[in-house]
T-cell receptor, first 109, second 118 residues
Framework: RKEVEQDPGPFNVPEGATVAFNCTYS??????FFWYRQDCRKEPKLLMS???SGNEDGRFTAQLNRASQYISLLIRDSKLSDSATYLC??????????FGTGTRLQVTL | GAVVSQHPSWVICKSGTSVKIECRSL??????MFWYRQFPKQSLMLMAT?????????EQGVEKDKFLINHASLTLSTLTVTSAHPEDSSFYIC??????????????FGQGTRLTVV
């Protein structure tokens, strides 16, 4: 089993749609969690950290379920510019970051 | 967030030659930097942890003699791919952790270097 698993997609959604991504992790001792966005042939950029109580940043909402060991990202009112690959990142043992393979989102007109 | 500059952004080299990639932390002193590699449609894989003033720590399966890391100052780490072969063609990215160096802080990445070995 992979340490961090994501549905690779692609998710094709129309502009204005709401889309949700899930991510599961295997190490129950993981301490911190992040969502990154990666555009084609570019470096990953931090989208948001994920807190136990859940957190929201504009159109983006992240949730963490420690009992089930999954993280989610909800994007509301999708825009064309949201098209990218979304990486689930887990801080595992001794501060090592483990990346999921990413979920590709394509927002269309 | 931290500003990380990586150079070059892309390089094409002949098989058997060596390539050096630089990673600079522009706005704070980074005692630790991280080097990742990403093959197409795959996740970022940590290659090694670069430690200022001491030897790098390599992940299992990464050849330390092939991927030479030097972290001579608090703002610069270099990765040299020695005797490059086509299978080394990949996207190499460096990163630093956030302020304070806590193990729980987010990572900030350089722009990445796309290496093509022909």
């Amino acid at each position: 089993r992979k340490e961090v698993e994501q549905d690779p997609g692609p998710f094709n959604v129309p502009e204005g749609a709401t889309v949700a991504f899930n991510c599961t992790y295997s190490n129950s001792a993981s301490q911190s969690f992040f969502w990154y966005r990666q555009d084609c042939r570019k470096e990953p950029k931090l989208l948001m950290s994920v807190y136990s109580s859940g957190n929201e940043d504009g159109r983006f909402t992240a949730q963490l379920n420690r009992a089930s060991q999954y993280i989610s990202l909800l994007i509301r009112d999708s825009k064309l510019s949201d098209s990218a690959t979304y990486l689930c990142v887990v801080n595992s043992l001794r501060g090592k970051l483990t990346f999921g393979t990413g979920t590709r989102l394509q927002v269309t007109l | 967030g931290a500003v990380v500059s990586q150079h070059p952004s892309w390089v094409i080299c002949k098989s058997g030659t060596s390539v050096k990639i630089e990673c600079r932390s522009l706005d704070f002193q980074a005692t630790t930097m991280f080097w990742y590699r990403q093959f197409p449609k795959q996740s970022l894989m940590l290659m090694a942890t670069s430690n200022e003033g001491s030897k790098a720590t390599y992940e299992q399966g990464v050849e330390k003699d092939k991927f030479l890391i030097n972290h001579a100052s608090l703002t610069l780490s270099t990765l040299t791919v020695t005797s490059a072969h086509p299978e080394d063609s990949s996207f190499y990215i460096c990163s630093v952790r956030g302020w304070g160096g806590s193990v729980n802080t987010e990572a900030f990445f350089g722009q990445g270097t796309r290496l093509t070995v022909v």
